[in-house]
């Protein structure tokens, strides 16, 4: 297998992964209740106040979006190390995959 077929592998299962995660967050219902009409309101009134969205209202908001960017950050650093490690440009690495 070549680093071609590597990386499109790689790159689907990646996709893959990305599908049945967002599976879940768009079966939600189509209508919204009253507790999502009120937090609609209350983010249209702050926007209209300060002038800037808020992204994340409590810490443990916060601490969500802390973790996704690190998780994307992580993600990229790797997919970036793959990448060097298959093209070989590293001196260890010759570009095959070996059990270790």
Known sequence: MNACTRLWMLTCAALLAVA??????????DGMDD???????????EEDEGGRIVLADNPRDRLGL?????????????????RKQLKGRNPQASGEFRWR
Do not use: I, S
């Not at 049945?20 to 219902?29: G, I, S, Y």
């Not at 507790?35 to 009134?45: I, S, Y």
């Open 20 to 29: 049945l995660l967002a599976v879940p967050a768009m079966a939600q219902e």
């Open 35 to 45: 507790a999502d009409e009120a937090l609609v309101e209350e983010t249209a009134e």
């Open 66 to 82: 802390l973790l996704l960017t690190a998780m994307v950050v992580g993600g990229g650093v790797a997919l970036a190390n793959g």
